[in-house]
Every structure is written in structure tokens, then in C-alpha cells.
């Protein structure tokens, strides 16, 4: 069973950034697209940011600009640079493997998320 580790987050002020981190178990991951999700207390789980296997990336509107994801294959490794952060990017955020480069679905178990917190 694949594995998802989420790293990187933290309490950082508004305007401020963090780079989150996620390592995934096996030797798959260079032929995986990966997303990176959030859900915040009392919402959905949401996608926020995909990359293909080709590299290719997309985010979703409210975080464009701002942040930006990233994959290094040898380290089995995706990344989300998040800058400019707001006290609304506040949430637990995951990472998942998604079944083709436009799903929205993580197709593993969830790992346990990384919190982020924006707050002056």
C-alpha cells in the first residue's frame, strides 16, 4: 500500500510563506499525477493544485499566483510552495495520487496532513 507523508507546515503570519513537503512510499511515483488538497474545519476536503507526471500543473483560482507545486522524482517527492499566504489558506493539507491528470479524486489512503495555520 502506498504511503503519503506530508511535511512543512506551520503558524505563519498573513503575507508570510511555508514550503510543504510530501514523500510517497514505492517506486511508482514518477508515473503518478499528484494533488495537493486542503480542508479546513467544517468544509470539504478540496484539490488546490495538481501536477502530471509530465509535469504539467494546475491550481485552482483562489490560490493561483500564489502558490506553486513541484516534484522531484528521485526523492519520490512533490512539493507546495505557498506565498503571500492568508488567514483563508488556514487549513490541514494533504497530498494524493490522482487516477489520471484531471481527476479530482485521490485514488490512496490519506496520510495525516500537515496543518497550516495564518494568524497574526
Known amino acids: 500500500q502506498v504511503q503519503l507523508v506530508e511535511s512543512g507546515g506551520g503558524l505563519v503570519q498573513p503575507g508570510g510563506s511555508l514550503r510543504l513537503s510530501c514523500v510517497v512510499s514505492?517506486?511508482?511515483?514518477?508515473?503518478?499525477?499528484m494533488g495537493w488538497y486542503r480542508q479546513a474545519p467544517g468544509k470539504q476536503r478540496e484539490l488546490v493544485a495538481r501536477?502530471?507526471?509530465?509535469?504539467?500543473?494546475k491550481f485552482e483560482d483562489s490560490v493561483k499566483g500564489r502558490f506553486t507545486i513541484s516534484r522531484d522524482n528521485a526523492k519520490n517527492t512533490v512539493y507546495l510552495e505557498m506565498n503571500s499566504l492568508k488567514p483563508e489558506d488556514t487549513a490541514v493539507y494533504y497530498c494524493?495520487?490522482?487516477?489520471?491528470?484531471?481527476?479530482?479524486?485521490?485514488?490512496?489512503?490519506w496520510g495525516q496532513g500537515t496543518q497550516v495555520t495564518v494568524s497574526s
Open positions: 501536477i502530471s507526471s509530465e509535469g504539467i500543473t
Open positions: 494524493n495520487a490522482l487516477l489520471r491528470s484531471t481527476s479530482t479524486q485521490g485514488i490512496y489512503n
Open positions: 514505492g517506486s511508482s511515483f514518477r508515473f503518478y499525477h
